[in-house]
């Protein structure tokens, strides 16, 4: 749609050239050497213009008294009047712009008169014109050669009288100074007086167009002089008054006038100069006003063919230059129909005044399209530029007062949304949360919000600022802060959090962030910032420090804990697997009792080292829960059959009730659930002295997938009060002192049973009363096994059993202590198919694997010359020189903390087993890998 309506725009004007061109037609027009207008009235017609063929005579001055001899009309030919005679044909032979020659035309009236005249524009480019054999005016002094000729030519207008119905014009002309020579221009003929009064009304139009462009051009320059930010009010100024000033030059060419020594080669030289930078000019604010549309590399060609263009024009005389013109016109066409494209472009993507500047350009373009073709003879309409850049430069005005209209419209919406702001700031000065205030040079306060009193006790702002006169003395407890933070402000200009204490109204001390900077109002320097009660902050940091010294202390203690984990453990190994060793001998009684105390004791250290270590892993949250399979109703009676030799001790009943509706198939932590339990049994156990123990299984709610299990262990022991309850989950706490020294235990038990609850998801709680016994309490959700996770298990117990085979098992022992190593061989010979071989650390292992293969490998981890991580790692890299990369390995360490397993695993060992070692564990790991 839009599309459409810019070609009806463009096509009315030349529909209207067309028309007009057709209206001439009618016109007489000279045929042969002579203009009939018998049937022309000019009272009632008006003036005409003599165009058509007029007699022409190239390289010949002739006059009238010439044409009396028949011979002067050898050379005779016509040529078309307005043009130029380069390019006639002449002899056979197509002239040049340069020479001489005599134009004749006879003009044949309808009656005769003694009020005519000759209307003259401009002749290339010196002149003689006669009329009836009277010179009646020339221009510049024609000659034969360049050198005798002057150049010279200006618009006029010149009386004459035809006595007789018919009348003769001569007009010889040379040309020497010029591209095209001639008459290029039209010659009117008409009455006296409507020439006189058309030469008139042509100098009022052309006055008239210069007065309005010009004003127009200073006034935007000077709009841009004083606001400098709008380039396009700058480049439309100069293309204005360089429009303005092609007025005085072109038309009537009132610049003779005005400066009568004006040469005809500065006159050249002006029009060309105007000419090739008013279009670079034209370029400029089109792009300033369409900068996205218009391409920058398009600006940058049109901006350097002008220059160059100007350059010639500049450095060369007329003859030469003038031919830079059509050159320029043949180039500057495409750019003209690129900017209407732009134009388009810019309409479609809704900029501003758009519509207006096509309409304007439209008509710039026609009339320029025009002038080109008429002044290079192509068609006879005139030159219509001036019309054009009326009507460009009245809507290219239009819109920049738009423009500016809209700007200042723009202005009254900021300054109504500025005054919005100033009251929003306002707002939010008064109501911010940081204390913002502004002080002078010498410490007093004279601008605060409420938040900036209201930190420092005071009701009011206007209650602080008639308060504190001296800020050094009043609110700041340092002094030396205050002169601190002036000496930074003077250096920097500003400060950034510095931290202050400060005075409230009330005496007390409060931590105070300044930000603030130095401003200067009216000559007078000022401080103003933002003040920040860090109070809080400073002793939540305070804390943050401490409880951070507390972790680390407790990081400390759990290092501790696990680095004497695996010091006792080591020969804690040795101890219990000797022990065990030594009871598989044959005894006498006295010396099994001997060895059977002392293997329960190693029991119990290793029960109070198991427990310390527990708790250090769940205090430095080190400790996993898993989630495995297993059967509910088999752990609880493996637990009952382990602890009722404790209980027949003591002559104690332990008993164990599961209601049938309790789900046994479960996922879980299957380890630590059976140490909660063993835990609160034997604690039971422990303070009861007689009765019984019993434990009470049910269910609360189950699910397709969960089931919440009820745990209740009671027993009929000494009972604790309401007040000692509290203390049992305290770690290193029993109910009472003085129980440690009758029972025993270090007090973890409980402590550890409740975090171990808690991160199963589940509660503990205690009901007791002193002699009457005791209840615990706890809840489980566990989840359901599914048929997967059921025939998955049975694999698993499949593969184990298959691997049984009985056949020799080749292990290489890796271990440093010879008293670990004792005990390891002696455990493995309980197998009669295993044959064992001892390295003493990895190094030597390595040696080794380079000359034999092993069925499994058990590497301690901690080993003088080569530990086992490294052994491992070189055992699994590919380019190692051990015979078998993939043999199985297993971790033997005293190192029991959380991730120690994980950390073996990673380097590519195949399983994991703590020491002291438990024999059973160990030939079930063996069995698994082989």
Not at 197 to 215: M, P, Q, S, V, W
Not at 294 to 320: C, D, E, H, M, Q
Not at 498 to 504: G, H, K, M, R, V
Not at 654 to 674: A, C, E, N, Y
């Amino acid at each position: 749609m839009l599309m459409k309506k810019f070609l009806i725009l463009f096509c009315i004007p030349l529909i209207s050239i067309f028309i007009v061109a057709c209206i001439l037609k009618q016109i007489p027009i000279a045929s042969k050497g002579v203009l009939d207008l018998t049937k022309w009235d000019f009272k009632k017609d008006g003036i005409i213009d003599l165009q058509g063929e007029w007699e022409f005579y190239w390289s010949k001055f002739l006059f009238s008294k010439d044409f009396s001899n028949p011979n002067s009309f050898e050379n005779k030919t016509f040529i078309k009047v307005p043009g130029s005679w380069r390019g006639h044909i002449f002899n056979d032979k197509k002239i040049s712009g340069e020479g001489f020659a005599t134009y004749r035309l006879r003009v044949i009236l309808s009656k005769p008169s003694n009020f005519l005249a000759l209307k003259i524009n401009v002749i290339f480019s010196s002149s003689d014109i006669y009329v009836n054999g009277k010179k009646i005016t020339s221009f510049g002094i024609i000659g034969e050669k360049p050198e005798k000729t002057s150049a010279y030519t200006k618009p006029c207008a010149v009386q004459f009288e035809s006595p007789q119905n018919e009348f003769e014009i001569i007009i010889h002309v040379s040309n020497f100074s010029y591209r095209d020579g001639g008459l290029l221009w039209k010659i009117k003929l008409g009455d006296s007086k409507d020439i006189q009064d058309l030469r008139t009304k042509n100098i009022a139009y052309d006055l008239f167009e210069f007065g309005t462009i010009f004003i127009i051009g200073i006034y935007h320059v000077c709009f841009f002089i004083i606001r400098k930010k709008d380039n396009s009010l700058l480049y439309f100024g100069i293309f204005c008054l360089l429009a303005a000033l092609r007025t005085l030059i072109v038309g009537e060419f009132y610049l003779k006038e005005i400066l009568t020594e004006v040469t005809w080669e500065s006159t050249i030289r002006l029009i060309n100069f105007i000419t090739f930078i008013g279009i670079p000019v034209l370029m400029l604010f089109i792009h300033s006003l369409f900068p996205i549309e218009f391409s920058k590399k398009i600006l940058n060609l049109v901006l350097t063919v002008g220059f160059l263009f100007f350059s010639l024009t500049f450095f060369t005389p007329a003859r030469i230059s003038s031919h830079a013109m059509p050159l320029f016109s043949i180039f500057i066409l495409p750019i003209l129909i690129y900017v209407i494209f732009v134009i388009v472009s810019a309409l479609k993507n809704n900029r501003e005044g758009a519509i207006l500047i096509l309409i304007g350009f439209s008509i710039i373009f026609i009339t320029i399209t025009n002038d080109i073709l008429y002044d290079s003879n192509i068609i006879n309409t005139g030159f219509l530029l001036s019309f054009g850049l009326i009507c460009f430069i009245f809507s290219q005005a239009l819109v920049l007062a738009i423009r500016f209209s809209n700007a200042y419209i723009t202005i009254e919406d900021y300054s109504i949304e500025l005054q919005k702001l100033k009251e929003k700031y306002q707002n939010v000065f008064e109501n911010a949360i940081g204390g913002i205030f502004r002080s002078t040079h010498d410490g007093r306060i004279n601008m605060c919000n409420k938040a900036f009193a209201r930190i420092l006790g005071y009701d009011s702002p206007e209650e602080l600022i008639n308060t504190v006169y001296d800020v050094s003395k009043q609110i700041h407890v340092d002094a030396s802060k205050r002169k601190e933070a002036i000496s930074l402000l003077q250096k920097n200009g500003f400060i950034k959090e510095l931290e202050i204490d400060a005075y409230c109204k009330d005496g007390h001390i409060i931590q105070l962030s300044l930000n603030a900077r130095e401003i200067s109002d009216n000559g007078q320097i000022y401080f103003e910032g933002i003040a920040l009660d860090i109070s809080e902050k400073k002793r939540l940091e305070k804390l943050k420090i401490e409880k951070e010294i507390a972790e680390a202390s407790n990081k400390s203690k759990s290092e501790f804990l696990a680095n004497m984990s695996h010091e006792i453990r080591t020969p804690m190994n040795s101890i219990i697997g000797m022990l065990d060793l030594a009871l598989q001998t044959e005894l006498n009684d006295k010396q099994r009792r001997y060895i059977y105390v002392a293997r329960k004791s190693s029991d119990s250290l290793l029960y109070v080292l198991n427990d310390i270590l527990d708790f250090s892993k769940i205090e430095a949250g080190k400790l996993e829960i898993e989630s495995i399979g297993f059967n509910l109703n088999e752990l609880v009676k493996d637990i009952i059959e382990m602890l009722s030799i404790k209980a027949n001790e003591k002559n104690l009943e332990l008993q164990s009730l599961m209601k049938s509706d309790v789900p046994i198939s479960l996922k879980g932590d299957p380890l630590r659930l059976r140490q909660i339990l063993v835990n609160i049994i034997t604690n039971a156990i422990k303070f009861t002295e007689k009765g019984k123990v019993s434990i009470e299984i049910s269910k609360e709610h189950e699910n397709e997938k969960k089931a919440s299990i009820l745990f209740i262990i009671s027993d009929t022991g000494i009972g604790i009060s309401k007040e000692q309850i509290n203390r049992l989950f305290s770690s290193f706490h029993q109910a009472d002192t003085s129980m440690t020294r009758k029972y025993g235990g270090t007090g973890l038990g409980l402590a550890i049973s409740k975090k171990l609850i808690e991160l199963m998801g589940g509660s503990i709680k205690i009901e007791s009363e002193l002699d009457k016994g005791s209840k615990v309490y706890f809840t489980l959700t566990l989840e359901k096994q599914t048929i997967e996770d059921k025939n998955n298990k049975q694999k698993d117990e499949h593969r184990v059993i298959k691997n049984k085979e009985d056949k020799e098992i080749k292990i290489l022992l890796v271990e440093d202590n010879e008293f670990n190593q004792e005990m390891a061989v002696g455990m493995l010979s309980n197998r009669k198919n295993f044959s064992v071989l001892i390295a003493e650390n990895g190094k030597e292992a390595l040696e080794i694997l380079k000359e034999h293969r092993f069925d499994i490998i058990l590497m301690d981890i901690q080993m003088p010359v080569m530990d086992g991580f490294k052994a491992t790692e070189a055992i699994r890299d590919p380019k190692s020189d051990v015979i078998d990369h993939e043999v199985p390995i297993i971790a033997m360490t005293a190192n029991a903390m959380k991730g120690d397993a994980e950390k073996c695993i990673d380097l590519g060992m195949n399983g994991y087993v703590s020491k002291p070692i438990n024999m059973g564990k160990l030939f079930e790991c063996i069995d698994r890998l082989i």
